[in-house]
Nanobody, 115 residues
Framework: QVQLMESGGRLVQAGGSLRLTCTFS????????MRWYRQAPGQKREMVAA???????DYADFVEGRFTVSRDNAKNMVYLQMNNLKSEDTAVYYC?????????WGQGTQVTVSL
């Protein structure tokens, strides 16, 4: 069974940086594409970044070059490096993948960006 666990979220000032980590377990990470999503209070969950098994990445328009998604298959971890954070980046961040046709989600990690 695939399980995901996010970590690294915390309170940070605007303009600061954070690195989120998604720990993947249950099968080799190299077999799965991965995504980062976020959900702000009262808002729909939205995709932030995606990375394929081959390492190709894609980002939402609002990222504007500030975030970088990466993966370390040997450690079964996926990262989201976030720089130049803005108050509007405040949200719960989730990693996700598809396993046997179903989406699997972590529990989320809270990122709060203060002005």
């Amino acid at each position: 069974q695939v399980q995901l666990m996010e970590s690294g979220g915390r309170l940070v000032q605007a303009g600061g940086s954070l690195r989120l980590t998604c720990t993947f377990s249950g099968l080799p990470l190299k077999l799965n594409g991965m995504r980062w999503y976020r959900q702000a209070p009262g808002q729909k969950r939205e995709m932030v970044a995606a990375i394929t098994t081959g390492g190709t990445s894609d980002y939402a328009d609002f990222v504007e070059g500030r975030f970088t998604v990466s993966r370390d298959n040997a450690k079964n971890m996926v990262y989201l490096q976030m720089n130049n954070l803005k108050s509007e980046d405040t949200a719960v961040y989730y990693c996700a993948t598809v396993y046997r046709g179903n989406w699997v989600w972590g529990q989320g990690t809270q990122v709060t960006v203060s002005l």
